[in-house]
């Protein structure tokens, strides 16, 4: 194991930057619900101020715990995960909001546990897939064991319901699963499996077929199921190159859903226009560069999948969050890292990069480009006995 060094500087600029700008188009999104509702202009900012300082605190604290510890304690926190996610479903236990029960309260303070569990599930995979590698070809010894866990999580993420999340664990295990250097044939036939499962419970239920309908045409349907893209498109048409101006959005007067939640780069576009919508794109795409960098220079097969399972999540999130928001694929509830109110999403994932951050303080200091010896380049990591990813 390498001496610690200092940690990504860079990796910690742009989360604390894309935090800062969250804060301030929480605001200006929400400024006019807060007045409305909580006779308080400044409630969901300072609820937001709130969860980025906590955030901030954890993100910190677990920067200075080494990771490796996280490996002994990944069964019981996966176990505690599942746990939760049972507690949630069990009648008058979890708040219900709008037909989803996905909140639970604890002395006043609520939080989700599936976002709990998906930091949890990144880190129990990390352990899991590195200490199969002799067997990871294996679908019986090598992939089943995975999938049974990847799809007890789904099922009970799925029943809250949520489908968008429980989507979200299946594509990080399959991530994780290449990257593990697993058989191509398992992969491709688990996608295919997975695509068809995600369009069959699509079409299961009601909602989630208007959903999808107004994806293929929301002017059909302009006031009801296709109403939330239709506002998104306007905002963003609204914007123009500049923007309308911070704090200028018309849209926010109540025309488009979830503001300040799912839908909040459809206001950045609309107050900052293209240039600030490049910019927020710019800086996720900067982190998850630096994320995919401190994961080639990890020490062991435990690092380099942590990290990249957490930069995966956020990835996904972000692809997932935006596509809705541009129409490139049918609405669900997933928010924008970072950026989107809400204290659960934020803080657990600045306790995922807390763990990246101490990652890199372990990291080779080598560039994975000139020296080739990094897991995505040539398949070995400081252990040559052990071969995680594929050669280029």
């Not at 937001?48 to 080494?66: E, K, R, T």
């Not at 069964?75 to 219900?96: E, K, N, S």
């Not at 349907?221 to 309308?244: C, D, E, K, M, P």
């Not at 200091?365 to 594929?390: C, M, W, Y």
Request: hydrophobic share 50%; charged share 10%; with cysteine.
């Amino acid at each position: 194991m390498n001496t610690p060094r200092h940690f990504d500087h860079l990796l910690l600029f742009f989360v604390v930057g894309l935090m800062l700008i969250g804060l301030i188009m929480v605001y200006s999104a929400s400024s006019v619900t807060s007045l409305a509702t909580m006779s308080d202009g400044f409630y969901y900012f300072k609820r937001q101020l709130m969860w980025v300082i906590v955030g901030l605190l954890a993100m910190v604290g677990v920067s200075h715990v080494p990771y490796q510890k996280l490996e002994k304690f990944a069964v019981p926190l996966l176990g505690l995960a599942i746990f939760l996610l049972i507690l949630v479903l069990v009648p008058g236990v979890a708040r219900d909001i709008g037909g989803a029960k996905r909140w639970i309260r604890f002395g006043g303070v609520g939080f989700q546990p599936s976002e709990f569990a998906k930091l949890c599930f990144v880190i129990y995979m990390a352990h899991s897939i590195s200490l199969r590698q002799d067997r990871i070809k294996s679908f019986m010894h090598g992939m089943l064991p995975d999938m049974i866990v990847s799809g007890i999580l789904f099922i009970l993420i799925y029943k809250e319901p949520n489908l968008s999340t429980a989507a979200l664990i299946g594509g990080t295990y399959l991530t994780l699963y290449f990257l593990g250097n697993g058989s191509l044939a398992n992969l491709g036939a688990l996608a295919a499996g997975g695509v068809v499962l995600i369009v069959a419970l699509i079409f299961q239920a009601g909602y989630r077929m208007r959903r999808f309908w107004a994806f293929i045409d929301p002017w059909e349907n302009a006031r009801t199921s296709g109403y939330h893209i239709i506002q998104s498109l306007v905002a963003i048409g609204s914007g123009g190159f500049w923007g309308l101006g911070l704090g200028q959005s018309r849209q926010k007067f109540f025309i488009l859903p979830e503001r300040h939640t799912d839908f909040i780069f459809a206001i950045i576009c609309e107050e900052l226009g293209l240039v600030g919508g490049v910019l927020v794109l710019f800086m996720f795409l900067a982190l998850l560069w630096r994320g995919l960098y401190i994961a080639t220079r990890a020490p062991d097969n435990f690092g380099f999948l942590l990290a990249s399972g957490i930069t995966a999540i956020i990835g996904l999130q972000v692809l997932v969050n935006i596509g809705v928001v541009l129409s490139l694929m049918p609405t669900t509830g997933i928010t924008l890292p970072f950026v989107s109110y809400g204290g659960s999403s934020l803080v657990f994932l600045a306790i995922g990069i807390g763990i990246l951050l101490n990652i890199s303080r372990y990291g080779s200091g080598r560039n994975a480009f000139e020296d080739h010896k990094t897991p995505l380049f040539s398949g070995q990591f400081t252990e040559p006995s052990v071969s995680i990813s594929r050669r280029r």
